[in-house]
C-alpha cells in the first residue's frame, strides 16, 4: 500500500495576516507525518506526529496556541484512533499538557478506557511521569487579546465560530492500516469544562481498516448533533467517494442544525479530500510523494514532497 496523509489545520477565518503561518504549519506537518510513514512508520505514529508539530505551532488553536476559557485558561481536548481494532484513547479539558495527543495516546495504549478528564487526566499524566509545563506557557498575546476582547458584554457568540484552528491528521501506513488523530483548544471564551466534539469518537475522529479515516473541525456542538466524523464514513460505506462523503455530510449538518465545519477524509484505498463548508481551511495531503496545500475553497496547489522537504530545511 503507498502510504498517505492528510492534515487540516482548522476550519473558520483565517485571517489574511495569518495566511502565511496556516499554510506552512499544515505543509510542515504533513510533510514530518509523511517521512514518519516513509521509513515505514505506522499510520497511528505518522498522525502522532503531525498533530503534535501543529500543538507546537501558535498559529492554531492545539497545545500552544490554544484560545483560552471565560477565566483566562488554556483547556485542551484531543483524540487518536486504530483502524485496525477501533483502539481509541482521548483526553478532554486537559490543562498543562504541552501535547495532549501524545497523552491521548498513551490513554489508548496504558489504560482499559477511551476518555480521561480534567483533574483524572492530569493525575494520569503523572502517573506515567508525562511531562507537565506551567498554564501561561501555553497562553500567547493573540489568545490572550482575543479572550479580552470577548469579554465584552455586546461581544456576538456567532464570532466564536471564526477563525477556530482544530488540528487533525489521518493516514495509511505500507501496511494498509489507518489511523486519525484529532486535537483542540475549543471555542474562545467557553464555560468551564466544556468539552467539544473533537475528544468525542465519531464526532472529532474515525478510523476504520475497513472503511477509511476521518478528522473534522468545526462549530464542535454541531458536529456533536450529528456525529460528524461517523457520519462520513456511513456515507462511504454506502458507496460514496471521500469528497461526496464530505460534501453530504456538511451538507446536513449546515441545514440541519445550522452548523459549518470541515472535515478531511481518507478511504481504505487511499482515495482522499479536503471539504469545508466555512470561508476557509487550511490543508495539506501527501500522496505519491506530491504535496497538496490549500486554504481557499477551490484551491490546490502541488509541489514535490522532496523538494518541499528539502526548502523547509527537515
Wanted: proline share 3%; aromatic share 4%; glycine share 12%.
Amino acid at each position: 500500500m503507498k502510504p498517505v496523509i492528510v492534515v487540516h489545520g482548522g476550519a473558520g477565518r483565517i485571517f489574511k495576516e495569518r495566511e502565511d503561518g496556516s499554510r506552512s504549519g499544515v505543509r510542515k506537518a504533513a510533510l514530518r507525518g509523511y517521512s514518519v510513514l516513509k521509513r515505514g512508520g505506522s499510520a497511528l505514529d505518522a498522525v502522532e506526529e503531525a498533530v503534535a508539530i501543529m500543538e507546537n505551532d501558535p498559529h492554531f488553536n492545539a497545545g500552544c496556541g490554544s484560545v483560552l476559557n471565560e477565566k483566562g485558561e488554556v483547556e485542551m481536548d484531543a483524540i487518536i484512533m486504530d483502524g485496525k481494532n477501533l483502539a481509541s484513547g482521548a483526553v478532554s479539558a486537559v490543562k498543562r499538557v504541552a501535547n495532549p495527543i501524545k497523552l491521548a495516546r498513551l490513554v489508548m495504549e496504558k489504560t482499559d478506557h477511551m476518555l480521561l478528564t480534567d483533574q483524572g487526566a492530569l493525575a494520569f499524566a503523572r502517573a506515567v511521569g508525562f511531562p507537565e509545563v506551567p498554564g501561561e506557557k501555553l497562553i500567547t498575546e493573540r489568545s490572550l487579546t482575543r479572550w479580552r476582547e470577548n469579554l465584552e458584554a455586546d461581544s456576538n457568540p456567532q464570532e466564536f465560530q471564526k477563525d477556530l484552528g482544530t488540528v487533525g491528521a489521518i493516514a495509511i501506513d505500507s501496511a494498509g492500516n489507518i489511523a486519525c488523530a484529532t486535537s483542540t483548544g475549543g471555542l474562545t471564551n467557553k464555560l468551564v469544562g466544556r468539552v467539544g466534539d473533537t475528544a468525542c469518537i465519531g464526532s472529532g475522529g474515525y478510523a476504520d481498516n475497513h472503511v477509511g479515516a476521518t478528522s473534522t473541525t468545526g462549530h464542535g456542538e454541531s458536529i456533536m448533533k450529528v456525529v460528524l466524523a461517523r457520519l462520513v464514513l456511513y456515507h462511504m460505506e454506502q458507496g460514496k467517494s471521500p469528497e461526496a462523503a464530505a460534501d453530504i455530510a456538511l451538507d446536513y449538518m449546515k441545514t440541519r442544525v445550522g452548523g459549518l465545519g470541515g472535515v478531511i477524509v481518507l478511504s481504505r484505498s487511499g482515495d482522499w479530500a479536503a471539504r469545508f463548508s466555512t470561508k476557509e481551511m487550511a490543508w495539506a495531503a501527501v500522496k505519491d510523494d506530491l504535496l497538496h496545500c490549500g486554504i481557499h475553497p477551490g484551491e490546490s496547489d502541488e509541489q514535490s514532497a522532496e523538494e518541499a522537504l528539502s526548502t523547509m530545511g527537515s
